[in-house]
């Protein structure tokens, strides 16, 4: 039986970050040969670093969020004074890591919306990866926000979190389409009629749409 070569961890980094490439920009169905070319090394030498196609999408899932993890700021969700303006921040701050990391943001766009084209199995195992993470740090952060919050006696602070997650995720991404619309809006200061919308669906979170009687 032949000797197998020591791995190279330079050629499996190669790999990896190619492989990230390929799959955010053609899905599953990127070519093996095309992350070998980019990797600068052989069909052959993807193959004995990774044993089938499954098994680099799943190791390229999770060096995309490895990557983003190693840079992503925390500080921009929980150092905010109010939530208008941590809403304002971490959407800029999103789209500026977007831009940034465009491939890691593209492949993990796919695995967020369960791309059919990615096999069963894999996309349940990498959409599980995907969302356990995201669970995790949004946990953090709202733990954060909740823990500045003066929160009524009579909730429970799980159920304040989980709401308080739902809703500035939906804010969140009204936010970002409306700035993908704006691009010349880049300040603070130029964001007047947005920052009104959101403080006036946080007003309606925080006290209702109901008329008192």
Known sequence: MAKRLPRDPKKEQAI????????????????????????NVSKGSVFRYFDNKKELYVAAVKQAMATLVAVVDLSVWTDSDDLVTMII??????TELSHQFPNEFALLTRVYAQDNLIPQKVRQQVFGMFTKWQAEVENTVVTRVVDKMAIRKDLDKGQ????????????????QKDLEEHPEMKRIEDMGALIST?????????????ESR
């Not at 304040?160 to 936010?175: D, H, M, N, P, R």
């Open 16 to 39: 990896l970050e190619a492989a990230v490439v390929q799959f955010g920009k053609d899905g599953f169905n990127a070519s093996t040969d095309k992350i070998a070319e980019q990797a």
């Open 89 to 94: 921040n971490v959407t800029k701050y999103k």
């Open 198 to 210: 959101v403080k006036n669906y946080l007003k309606m979170a925080e006290f209702g749409i109901v």
């Open 160 to 175: 304040v979190k989980k709401y308080l997650t739902l809703v500035l995720g939906t804010i969140s991404a009204e936010v």
